[in-house]
């Protein structure tokens, strides 16, 4: 409770200060947040804390609020300087502010009911953020296709939580058990709000789609907090219910599987490289549906590890497409080739952020691959074979996009460049890498031992 009125007391008096000033004010004070929402990081394991009558908080709830304060600070720090935002950035950083605070209570509310409340409040300001800063005429379909599939997908589970309120009384997480046999669609219902929040195969559609048209701030906040609201969701809905939905859940890592290889492929074949970003952020959100309906201890940590791993890798390649495309004024592939030749430091960049998306040791992308597939071993033994390829068509999609992005066999066009990148560019990338050798030494945070 103190870190919300913390949060609203800062932004009240970051709006009596200058225009020019409340763009540096607003990133300093998302990192004082950050710092200060380390002090709820409890033990490893299961160790919940009541922080007042609405708001409690355990090791999944806090790592994920460090996650949002994080990314939603460098959003706001990158876009700063990208043309689009320029005139009404101050909109912009007031929306990315509401949205954090929605995206802050929905990891701490104690009770189903405000959780879906809060879980579908933060499409408006998504939506208003693609809608006024969208990149190109086709923003108004894809903000259809968000809010029709996460409306329409978590509607079934809003019965349910209706359900509770009206028969039990309550919907409070931890005084909930449902005990009984229920049929394969009833738990199906429930957990398909979150798994197209993920977004988990074949409901990952709207996500390209919201990539491609959302700003780069927006891109950032949508890969790296606003997806692991799901794998958050399906958590406290996997602990509500007991584990006992074996059949439902070999069905969803049977789906998963396939999407990932699915979505490697696709990334293959993109040359669109902010598609191609979120594809690859489809095939791995594969992983933590795969550890979450493990069912197991080992699984759920691999889970957490890919949510928070990914919410910094993911926010970093956006914002590396984001500083390349400003350069040439274009996404595509051949087009960016020319910036990064240009400013050589962005190679290192590029270089080290596919290193991180593919799971090259020492990321902790590579611990979170092998404790899913540990856990999924167990349910079926022949599991390694789709992984297997996942893996070899990562490395495809990986490099070929390092080597299209460096290769220096065409003669630069320097009048497609018209800007140069800023120091605080840089900065953004070097804040989103720092986070990942925390995760890489505190791995078994998430363990319940």
């Known amino acids: 409770m103190?870190?919300?009125?913390?949060?609203?007391?800062?932004?009240?008096?970051?709006?009596?200060?200058?225009?020019?000033?409340?763009?540096?004010?607003?990133?300093?004070?998302?990192?004082?947040?950050?710092?200060?929402?380390?002090?709820?990081?409890?033990?490893?394991?299961?160790s919940w804390e009541s922080l007042s009558n609405l708001f409690c908080i355990d090791i999944f709830s806090s790592s994920l609020i460090t996650l949002t304060l994080w990314v939603c600070g460098i959003s706001i720090l990158v876009s700063s300087s990208m043309l689009n935002l320029r005139g009404m950035f101050n909109s912009f950083w007031v929306l990315v502010t509401l949205l954090c605070f929605l995206l802050v209570q929905s990891f701490m509310v104690n009770t189903l009911a405000m959780f879906y409340v809060l879980f579908e409040s933060t499409l408006v300001p998504m939506i208003m953020i693609i809608g006024i800063w969208g990149s190109q005429f086709e923003r108004v379909p894809s903000i259809q296709y968000i809010a029709g599939y996460t409306m329409a997908g978590s509607f079934p589970l809003l019965?349910?939580?209706?359900?509770?309120?009206?028969?039990?009384?309550?919907?409070?997480?931890?005084?909930?058990?449902?005990?009984?046999?229920?049929?394969?669609?009833?738990?199906?219902?429930?957990?398909?709000?979150?798994?197209?929040?993920?977004?988990?195969?074949?409901?990952?559609?709207w996500l390209p789609k919201a990539h491609v048209q959302a700003p780069v701030g927006g891109s950032v906040i949508l890969a790296g907090i606003l997806l692991k609201l799901g794998g958050y969701g399906i958590?406290?809905?996997?602990?509500?219910?007991?584990?006992?939905?074996?059949?439902?859940?070999?069905?969803?890592?049977?789906?998963?599987?396939?999407?990932?290889?699915?979505?490697?492929?696709?990334?293959?074949?993109?040359?669109?490289?902010?598609k191609l970003i979120a594809f690859s952020s489809v095939s791995h959100m594969a992983f933590p549906v795969i550890g979450l309906f493990s069912c197991t201890?080992?699984?759920?940590?691999?889970?957490?590890?890919?949510?928070?791993?990914?919410?910094?890798?993911?926010?970093?390649?956006?914002?590396?497409?984001?500083?390349?495309?400003?350069?040439?004024?274009?996404?595509?592939?051949?087009?960016?080739?020319?910036g990064v030749r240009l400013i050589p430091q962005l190679?290192?960049?590029?270089?080290?952020?596919?290193?991180?998306?593919?799971?090259?040791?020492?990321?902790?992308?590579?611990?979170?691959?092998v404790l899913s597939v540990l856990s999924a071993i167990a349910i079926w033994p022949?599991?390694?074979?789709?992984?297997?390829l996942y893996l070899i068509?990562?490395?495809?999609?990986?490099?070929s996009l390092y080597c299209q992005l460096t290769e220096s066999s065409s003669?630069?066009?320097?009048?497609?460049?018209?800007?140069?990148?800023?120091?605080?560019?840089?900065?953004?990338?070097?804040?989103?890498?720092?986070?990942?050798?925390?995760v890489l030494f505190k791995w078994d945070l998430w363990s319940m031992v």
């Open 393 to 399: 068509l990562s490395g495809v999609y990986s490099f």
């Open 235 to 274: 958590t406290r809905l996997m602990m509500l219910f007991s584990y006992t939905l074996e059949p439902v859940g070999i069905l969803v890592i049977s789906f998963s599987l396939y999407g990932s290889v699915y979505g490697a492929l696709m990334c293959i074949r993109q040359n669109d490289v902010k």
């Open 2 to 46: 103190s870190l919300l009125i913390f949060m609203t007391l800062s932004s009240f008096c970051v709006m009596f200060l200058n225009k020019k000033d409340q763009i540096m004010a607003m990133v300093n004070s998302f990192g004082v947040w950050s710092a200060f929402s380390l002090t709820y990081w409890a033990g490893s394991g299961v």
């Open 297 to 338: 201890e080992v699984g759920l940590v691999g889970a957490y590890i890919m949510l928070v791993s990914h919410g910094f890798i993911s926010s970093g390649l956006f914002v590396l497409c984001g500083i390349t495309s400003e350069l040439v004024h274009s996404r595509k592939v051949k087009m960016m080739n020319k």
């Open 382 to 388: 022949w599991v390694f074979v789709p992984l297997l």
């Open 159 to 205: 019965l349910v939580i209706a359900s509770m309120e009206v028969y039990s009384g309550s919907s409070f997480i931890w005084f909930i058990s449902v005990k009984n046999s229920f049929e394969g669609v009833f738990w199906l219902f429930c957990f398909l709000g979150f798994l197209i929040k993920l977004p988990a195969f074949p409901f990952h559609t």
């Open 347 to 369: 190679a290192i960049f590029w270089l080290v952020a596919l290193m991180a998306n593919l799971g090259v040791p020492p990321c902790p992308v590579i611990i979170s691959e």
């Open 411 to 438: 003669k630069m066009n320097m009048e497609l460049l018209f800007s140069e990148v800023q120091a605080k560019d840089i900065h953004a990338l070097v804040f989103l890498f720092y986070p990942l050798a925390e």
